[in-house]
């Protein structure tokens, strides 16, 4: 099993809709989680850190499910400018910490 | 507020050649972190480098070096170029080897023929 584990899409998705990612992650004591956006040909930016009583910012929604290992990002009212590849990433515990990125889910919300 | 800086932005090397890539943080970070992104995949994490040290090493092999300067800049070395280290490397910077919140500089393209 992939440390971390997302939907590779593409979610092609009309203006104005709703749109959910999940990401799956294997090392139960993984302790901060993030969903960063990366534009075509642009480094990756962070959108919002996930909290484990959710959290909100505008239109975006992030959830963590730790019984679960998952966690998940919520769009609602999609943009043109919501197209890019979103990455969840999860900050892994113990003496090897580091960052470990899932491979991304790309959106396209079209016209 | 200078944000992360890396170059260069595109390099074209041949296999056996050796390439520097180098990276200077965001205004206030002292730490540096270096990924390796192939196209339609994640960033891969190669080192991160704090006071001037590698302090975590993901899993890339020993041809993959680096430094970090006493201003924490920093710079990644590949020896032996292979034609799978064809892609995006991408420098990260925080503060005092956070992992909270990384700032990311535009990458420099590698393409090894």
């Given at each position: ?111 | ?18 390439v ?40 890339f ?24 280290d ?28």
């Amino acid at each position: 099993r992939k440390e971390v584990e997302q939907d590779p899409g593409p979610f092609n998705v009309p203006e104005g809709a709703t749109v959910a990612f999940n990401c799956t992650y294997s090392n139960s004591a993984s302790q901060s989680f993030f969903w960063y956006r990366q534009d075509c040909r642009k480094e990756p930016k962070l959108l919002m850190s996930v909290y484990s009583s959710g959290n909100e910012d505008g239109r975006f929604t992030a959830q963590l499910n730790r019984a679960s290992q998952y966690i998940s990002l919520l769009i609602r009212d999609s943009k043109l400018s919501d197209s890019a590849t979103y990455l969840c990433v999860v900050n892994n515990a113990g003496n090897n910490r580091k960052l470990i990125w899932g491979l991304g889910t790309s959106l396209a919300v079209n016209p | 507020d200078a944000g992360v800086t890396q170059s260069p932005t595109h390099l074209i090397k041949t296999r056996g050649q050796q390439v520097t890539l180098r990276c200077s943080p965001k205004s206030g970070h002292d730490t540096v972190s270096w990924y390796q992104q192939a196209l339609g995949q994640g960033p891969q994490f190669i080192f991160q480098y704090y006071e001037e040290e590698e302090r975590q090493r993901g899993n890339f092999p020993d041809r993959f070096s680096g430094h970090q300067f006493p201003n924490y800049s920093s710079e990644l070395n590949v020896n032996a170029l292979l034609l799978g280290d064809s892609a995006l490397y991408l420098c990260a910077s925080s503060y005092r080897g956070g992992w909270n919140e990384q700032f990311f500089g535009p990458g420099t393209r590698l393409t090894v023929l």
